[in-house]
């Protein structure tokens, strides 16, 4: 499926209509990804966060917001909490479809066409690499048979490990 792609990389440097913030619930940043999409965008994306705390309360695992990209070569930042890793492991892999799923909600809500999305969930949240990847492009690719919004999905890998595991499953 062309509407598919798959870069190593850094995520804060794609010139994509809107990237996928792996966020934690507060919404204020965080390590990995939440901190370097926070650190590069500028405080126009905390600023936007902060909005949403107060109107909602931060955000829920499974769950999507939309902010400004700030400095970001992107337009939007859609903040996404994945699950942490631990206890039913059925529910946090349906968590992790939903974090997927919402994200491209938003996005379509917003008039986005293109997104890139992280590996959600696979660093300290510590969900295996293999079947976060397979939950990830599964819940992507059955969203895509029913959209014609969304012209293109990236996937961008920071590490070999997960670039290799989609390349495999792509």
């Given at each position: 499926?062309?509407?598919?792609?798959?870069?190593?990389?850094?995520?804060?440097?794609?010139?994509?209509?809107?990237?996928?913030?792996a966020a934690n619930s507060s919404l204020l940043g965080g390590g990995g990804?939440?901190?370097?999409?926070?650190?590069?965008?500028?405080?126009?994306?905390?600023?936007?966060?902060?909005?949403?705390?107060?109107?909602?309360?931060?955000?829920?695992?499974?769950?999507?917001?939309?902010?400004?990209?700030?400095?970001?070569?992107?337009?939007?930042?859609?903040?996404?909490?994945?699950?942490?890793?631990?206890?039913?492991?059925?529910?946090?892999?349906?968590?992790?479809?939903?974090?997927?799923?919402?994200?491209?909600?938003?996005?379509?809500?917003?008039?986005?066409?293109?997104?890139?999305?992280?590996?959600?969930?696979?660093?300290?949240?510590?969900?295996?690499?293999?079947?976060?990847?397979?939950?990830?492009?599964?819940?992507?690719?059955?969203?895509?048979?029913?959209?014609?919004?969304?012209?293109?999905?990236?996937?961008?890998?920071?590490?070999e490990e997960n670039y290799s595991l989609y390349q495999t499953l792509l």
């Amino acid at each position: 499926m062309d509407k598919i792609a798959l870069i190593k990389g850094d995520i804060t440097k794609m010139h994509t209509d809107a990237i996928v913030n792996a966020a934690n619930s507060s919404l204020l940043g965080g390590g990995g990804v939440d901190g370097a999409i926070h650190r590069a965008g500028g405080k126009a994306i905390l600023e936007d966060c902060i909005k949403i705390r107060n109107r909602q309360g931060g955000c829920p695992t499974g769950e999507a917001v939309i902010t400004t990209a700030g400095n970001l070569p992107a337009k939007y930042v859609i903040h996404t909490v994945g699950p942490v890793y631990n206890g039913d492991k059925k529910e946090k892999e349906l968590l992790l479809a939903n974090a997927y799923r919402n994200s491209l909600i938003v996005a379509v809500e917003n008039s986005i066409k293109t997104i890139a999305f992280p590996n959600i969930s696979t660093g300290v949240y510590h969900f295996p690499k293999q079947r976060a990847a397979e939950i990830a492009i599964t819940t992507v690719k059955d969203f895509l048979k029913n959209d014609a919004h969304i012209d293109q999905v990236l996937f961008v890998c920071f590490d070999e490990e997960n670039y290799s595991l989609y390349q495999t499953l792509l």
